[in-house]
Structure formats: C-alpha cells, structure tokens
C-alpha cells in the first residue's frame, strides 16, 4: 500500500537531497584545492632547489678554476661581491658570509674539485627531501 505523498515532503526531500549533494561536492572541491596547494608548494621548493643547486655547481667551478695560479688570478672583491649577494637570496646569510672571503684567495683543494671547507656550508641546502 503505497501512501501518498503531499508536495511539503517531496519538497522536504528534495532538499535535504540538494544539501547532501552540495555537501559532497563542497568536501570534493575542497579536496581538489588542498591538493593544488600541496603541489604548488613542492613545485617551488623543486624550482628553488634547481636555482640552488645551478648557482653552486656555477661557484663551484668558479672556485675550483682558481686553483690554477697560471691562468686565474685569485677573484677580487668587485668579482665576489654580486655572486655574494646572489648567494644570500638563494640561500641566506650563512652562504653570503662563506662567499664573502673567498675575495683574494685560491682554491687550495684538488685542481679537480673543492676542498671539503668550501663545500660543508652547501650541503644542508643541497639535500633532497
């Protein structure tokens, strides 16, 4: 035996229906944002550690070339100074200030690679995680 129904509670029905379904479709949107966010927050430390990681390879050689007393004069405070000041935007004062003395001297390591003094700073930025 079917009972019927009057228009309040098919409108009643209706509307708790409507809720629900917006509900579901707000927790769902919501969902899809936290996750753009998430990924837009890793792509910038990706592209931050790409910018870092060119910028230390580039002082990295930099430095190593200084080795050879025949072909490079040890790097001048004019020379030191803007890759100091890049250094402290990409990474901070700690590297700025690592940079900052290298004004006059030579790469005292291997004529391949640097010395471990020269790299130890870099590596806490340097680290995937």
Known sequence: MMQD?????????????TTVGL???????????IMQLRNAKQQRKNEL????????KNVRSWWVSTWDTSRVAPPE?????????E?????GKDIADHINP??????????DFPDEDFIKPFRKYLELK
């Open 5 to 17: 129904l009057t228009i309040d509670q098919i409108f009643t029905g209706l509307t708790a229906l």
């Open 23 to 33: 509900l579901v479709f707000t927790i769902g949107l919501l969902m899809v944002t």
């Open 49 to 56: 550690f790409d910018l870092r990681y060119k910028f230390y």
């Open 77 to 85: 405070w004019d020379d030191v100074l803007p890759t100091a000041m």
């Open 87 to 91: 250094a402290e935007f990409l990474f």
């Open 102 to 111: 290298l004004a006059g001297r030579r790469n005292e390591g291997h004529p």
